[in-house]
């Protein structure tokens, strides 16, 4: 089973939103079945899968300290992907989900400050040994801003080619226990997300693809 973790000091970057829009893509193009796991004390993530109808993706509920152990029963049950919202701190307990990680994509909005705040999402990743990318979330179209929030984050680390704009399909799908690939799946937000999953896949995959050739 694969752990996607996203990460961001800085709120209102699009965390949960994420979360529950690859958990769907994930299923929509057979890498699940995938599982939820909401470990933001707001809950934003639980509340939107309790006001959901379809059956998945799944929501697995963990304390912090039992989540290792969570994520090995999620495996053994046949979960293919597990996608974990983590709450906008920097504290210990983060690192210690963050070390779970096949991967940390950390959605970071276009502007000064958000681009400031990545630093401390970064060292935690790279103190634990963890890969990581960065996913542009509630840009602007045709902003110069975020061509420059690419070129910036680039020089950190990977940047999903596939941006995420602001646009009012996200929230309104989200309102109901939707995302925007089951409202409208030919929607230039579902073709966001089918390529900013798609990336998260490769980038999951890549150190298996390593491994294999060093045992060859």
């Keep these: 089973m694969k752990t996607l973790v996203l990460a961001s000091q800085k709120g209102g970057a699009g965390k949960?939103?994420?979360?529950?829009?690859?958990?769907?893509?994930?299923?929509?193009?057979?890498?699940?079945?995938?599982?939820l796991i909401d470990t933001d004390p707001q809950g934003s993530l639980a509340a939107w899968w309790n006001s959901r109808q379809a059956e998945t993706p799944a929501l697995a509920g963990a304390k912090l300290a039992d989540l290792p152990?969570?994520?090995?029963?999620?495996?053994?049950?046949?979960?293919?992907?597990?996608?974990?919202?983590t709450p906008p701190a920097?504290?210990?307990?983060i690192r210690d989900v963050v070390k779970l990680a096949d991967l940390v994509l950390i959605p970071t909005r276009p502007s000064?400050?958000?681009?400031?705040?990545?630093?401390?999402?970064v060292d935690i990743a790279q103190e634990t040994g963890r890969p990581f990318a960065f996913a542009v979330t509630q840009a602007k179209p045709t902003a110069r801003l975020t061509v420059q929030a690419v070129a910036a984050l680039s020089a950190h680390g990977a940047v999903a080619p596939a941006i995420v704009h602001d646009r009012v399909d996200y929230a309104a799908s989200m309102v109901d226990g939707r995302s925007v690939q089951e409202v409208d799946a030919k929607s230039r937000s579902a073709q966001e997300i089918a390529g900013l999953?798609?990336?998260?896949?490769?980038?999951?995959?890549?150190?298996?693809?390593?491994?294999?050739?060093e045992i060859v």
Excluded: C, W
């Design 112 to 121: 000064p400050h958000d681009l400031r705040a990545v630093g401390s999402t």
């Design 197 to 213: 999953f798609a990336f998260v896949q490769e980038r999951m995959n890549a150190k298996t693809k390593d491994r294999k050739k």
């Design 90 to 93: 920097i504290t210990a307990a």
């Design 16 to 35: 949960t939103t994420l979360a529950a829009h690859l958990a769907i893509e994930a299923e929509r193009v057979g890498a699940g079945p995938a599982v």
């Design 69 to 85: 152990a969570k994520l090995e029963a999620l495996a053994a049950a046949g979960y293919k992907l597990a996608v974990i919202d």
